[in-house]
């Protein structure tokens, strides 16, 4: 390997242990508890290259780590609506998944986006990086439902109300320590999707 | 008035604008962000009183303040299950009051408990209160579906339900800057509550 190879192969390293960390510590504590310097710590990575990677400093790197943890939530609830059995029993599970990784975690890694957007969503960066990466769950769920043979409009409606109720169950969980908010939840959303208007 | 009565009356109205004043530093940018200094000029109290009343300092504040919201919130909602129609047409209408007041807001007026949950759930006795307070309000939606005919189990899983899908509605149209999210809620709840399961 050249240095100068060796030298980027590095800077990308330390770049992404930055991300890393700055997604895991936004996700347990949020924005404003989260200083430059435990970021540093957690990474592992030289605390000068900090300002080379990231001129805009803890905002720079906030963003960074919302659309990567952001993306990687995006590829893992598009993966698990790809499995056969439809829209609804895919939900069941990704809802499962999520209250097991936070039972695991000792209710610590609830959403990675939602602590930032309720503490910071003045920040107007902040609340459109938020935006964005709810909007591309959002997409992922319309798409499914789509799929399922919902009508868009029926489709984009219920998407928000899925978000939502996981969103609100990941604070519940939280509040509680009990994943019972999560499969409340879950069984509600289920008869939802598998019941017919009265009226 | 004696002395000893003044005193005592401008000390609780010290003790109150303190309360308040954290109330609204919290469930605009939660708990990390808040200063005591920042609490003190909002409520125009003398700083001096603050450690007279709060020797535990932003902790013991901020359990107060959480309270203290969380019992107002608990009223209005019980205030609202109360009107006539029954309970899911008062849940649309605490939906749309919700939604009014976080757009009033500039979007900032959001749940006064969550931020400071998914922030400090992991100091314990933030975590405890925030658990006692979610309570006191599902305690009110399981007491309303009750009333409404609906069987224990069954209520005390549609109050998980409904309050995490405005918890959660309620965060993503901060993200927004857009009430459509919880508007998507209570119609989807609306469509829960008519709705006969179809298996």
Do not use: N
Not at 56 to 81: S, V, Y
Not at 90 to 114: F, H, K, Q, W
Not at 126 to 153: H, I, K
Request: aromatic share 4%; charged share 25%.
């Amino acid at each position: 390997m050249s240095d100068s190879v060796r030298r980027r192969t590095h800077g990308q390293a330390s770049r992404q242990a930055f991300v890393d960390a700055t997604g895991v510590l936004l996700r347990r504590q949020g924005y404003a508890a989260t200083g430059l310097s435990e970021i540093v710590a957690r990474s592992g990575a030289p605390k000068g290259s900090l300002y080379f990677h990231f001129p805009g400093g803890k905002q720079e790197l906030a963003l960074a780590a919302m659309e990567h943890t952001g993306e990687q939530l995006r590829a893992g609830i598009a993966a698990l609506l790809a499995q056969p059995g439809g829209a609804a029993a895919s939900l069941s599970r990704l809802i499962d998944v999520l209250a097991a990784g936070l039972e695991a975690s000792g209710y610590r890694d609830g959403c990675p986006i939602a602590t930032v957007t309720l503490e910071a969503s003045g920040t107007e960066p902040v609340r459109l990086t938020a935006e964005r990466v709810f909007s591309t769950w959002l997409a992922e769920l319309e798409a499914a439902l789509e799929a399922d043979g919902m009508e868009p409009g029926a489709a984009r409606r219920r998407s928000l109300m899925v978000l939502a109720a996981i969103e609100g169950g990941l604070v519940l969980a939280r509040a509680r320590r009990d994943t019972g908010p999560l499969e409340a939840v879950r069984d509600e959303l289920r008869e939802l999707f598998g019941a017919v208007p009265a009226g």
